[in-house]
């Protein structure tokens, strides 16, 4: 079945019943001219925060069977702070991301970043890379939308007060040892850090170390800067669901 992102959607009004969703002109352009559905066509619509329903489409909008909520994802949440990537690697880094979980993903200004925009770009493509997440979260079904955020500072994220496992080809420790530091109970967000295609300069590595920073290692390969944004977050969920259940927890 065919899902759609409805962003901001007024799903709430309609949780645990039914209802018709009107859709504005760019939502039934894009279900009729770009997809080419006709009227009873089924989909699963969500708004992005946690509802979802299965619906028809018909003249008037979306007829929606019972609107549901999400189960939780997983917690803590895993934000992605990354440098930014040339080209296309970097559409793949975001549709991948999303896939396995990402909460959000903000691009790092940093000392030997490869790229670098101007506000105005960096504002353009940011919008492209959103459509992405968005895409990517109808292809695998998520009901809570990965925001893809404005560029920020290293400043500004080790300010943040978040736990920080940073990816470093330098090296670091193993996964599993880093998260048994983390605070009991777990936080509710966890920042997953990945350095630029030109890698960590010494003062950032000192900046990161100094608001608690732990190097991890993610194997004996050096990683490529988008593959190691996904094995990063791939290993820190494994490592979270193991220290759980360790703990006879459930997630």
Request: a neutral charge; charged letters at 30%; proline letters at 3%.
């Given at each position: 079945m065919r899902a759609l992102l409805l962003a901001g959607a007024p799903l709430a009004s309609h949780e645990?019943?039914?209802?018709?969703?009107?859709?504005?002109?760019?939502?039934?352009?894009?279900?009729?001219?770009?997809?080419?559905?006709?009227?009873?066509?089924?989909?699963?619509?969500?708004?992005?925060?946690?509802?979802?329903?299965?619906?028809?489409?018909?003249?008037?909008?979306?007829?929606?069977?019972?609107?549901?909520?999400?189960?939780?994802?997983?917690?803590p949440a895993l934000a992605l702070h990354c440098g930014w990537i040339k080209g296309e690697r970097m559409d793949w880094m975001v549709e991948k991301a999303v896939e396995v979980g990402a909460a959000s993903i903000t691009p790092l200004a940093s000392d030997h970043a490869v790229v670098r925009l101007d506000a105005k770009r960096a504002e353009k493509r940011r919008e492209r890379l959103q459509a992405v997440a968005d895409a990517a979260l109808e292809q695998c079904g998520r009901a809570r939308r990965c925001r893809f955020t404005e560029e920020s500072s290293l400043r500004a994220l080790c300010a943040g007060g978040m736990p920080l496992l940073m990816a470093d080809e330098a090296g670091g420790v193993d996964l599993f040892a880093a998260v048994s530091t983390l605070p009991t109970p777990a936080p509710p967000v966890v920042a997953l850090v990945v350095g630029p295609e030109g890698g960590w300069s010494v003062e950032e590595r000192a900046q990161l170390r100094a608001a608690g920073a732990i190097a991890v290692s993610l194997g004996p390969a050096i990683l490529r800067a988008e593959t190691a944004a996904i094995a990063l977050i791939l290993q820190t969920r494994m490592a979270l669901d193991a220290a759980l259940l360790r703990h006879g927890k459930k997630r």
């Open positions: 645990g019943g039914t209802g018709l969703l009107p859709l504005d002109r760019d939502a039934d352009a894009r279900l009729r001219r770009v997809l080419r559905l006709r009227d009873g066509a089924k989909l699963r619509v969500t708004d992005g925060a946690g509802l979802f329903a299965e619906a028809t489409l018909v003249a008037e909008g979306l007829q929606l069977a019972a609107v549901e909520r999400a189960p939780a994802e997983a917690a």
